[in-house]
C-alpha cells in the first residue's frame, strides 16, 4: 500500500496550488479518502475528506470555501485544488486513510508567503 503526495510548492497569498495523491496497492475505488497537514510545530490537522464514488464531501471549517477535493477512480489519484491560500496553509500536506493520518506516505511541502 503507498500513497504518494505530490505538487506542493512556494505561493504568494491570495494564490492557488493543485495538490495530488496516487493511490497503489488497494482497490482506491472502495475506500473514503482523506487529506490532512502538518504545519510547522503542530500536530496533525484533517483537512478534507471524499467518499469513494465523490459523492459525499468534508472539510475543515478554515478551509471551507477555498479548497476543493476530488478524485479520478481510473487513475487511482487524488487531489486538493487550494485557492486564495493564506500563510496559516502552509504545513506539509498528506492523504490518508483517515482523519488522523493512518496509512500516510510522504507528504508535499506547501508554503505560502510573499
Known amino acids: 500500500v503507498q500513497l504518494q503526495a505530490s505538487g506542493g510548492g512556494l505561493v504568494q497569498p491570495g494564490g492557488s496550488l493543485r495538490i495530488s495523491c496516487v493511490a497503489s496497492g488497494f482497490s482506491f475505488n472502495t475506500r473514503y479518502m482523506y487529506w490532512v497537514r502538518q504545519a510547522p510545530g503542530r500536530s496533525l490537522d484533517y483537512v478534507s475528506s471524499m467518499a469513494p464514488d465523490g459523492g459525499s464531501t468534508g472539510y475543515k471549517d478554515s478551509v471551507q470555501g477555498r479548497f476543493t477535493i476530488s478524485r479520478d477512480n481510473a487513475k487511482n489519484t487524488l487531489y486538493l485544488q487550494m485557492t486564495n491560500l493564506k500563510p496559516e496553509d502552509t504545513a506539509v500536506y498528506y492523504c490518508?486513510?483517515?482523519?488522523?493520518?493512518?496509512?500516510r506516505g510522504p507528504g508535499t511541502l506547501v508554503t505560502v508567503s510573499s
Open positions: 490518508a486513510f483517515d482523519s488522523r493520518g493512518s496509512g
